[in-house]
């Protein structure tokens, strides 16, 4: 079992910085690729970022690239995510997320495990 928990969620101004956290407890972390999700209200769960387990590789949504970057801390079993120039249609529920194996996923569905979730709002 793996227990994720996010932190660094908040209220910030349209082109602001958040740091969003996510630590990870219970079997061997350095087994998972972990992933980053976000959901609107009203719409579907989205994939925002994922990080192999090696680190080496990192993909991002679209929407994404050039503004957040998922970094991992395998050591201290944690996982980041470094939101910058933030948009108001990024906010969201952010969710962590951990699969199995040693790629990194867009496929929501690859992920065995999940945090609650953390708030982001950007305003205008």
């Known amino acids: 079992q793996v227990q994720l928990a996010e932190s660094g969620g908040g209220l910030v101004q349209a082109g602001g910085s958040l740091r969003l956290s996510c630590a990870a407890s219970g079997r061997t972390f350095s087994n998972y690729a972990m992933g980053w999700f976000r959901q609107a209200p009203g719409k579907e769960r989205e994939f925002v970022a994922t990080?192999?387990?090696?680190?080496?590789?990192?993909v991002y949504a679209d929407s994404v690239k050039g503004r957040f970057t998922i970094s991992g801390d395998i050591a201290k079993s944690t996982v980041h995510l470094q939101m910058n120039n933030l948009k108001p249609e990024d906010t969201a529920v952010y969710y962590c997320a951990a699969a199995y194996g040693l790629s990194g996923y867009r496929d929501s569905g690859m992920y065995r495990y999940w945090g609650q979730g953390t708030q982001v709002t950007v305003s205008s």
């Open positions: 990080i192999s387990v090696s680190g080496s590789i990192t």
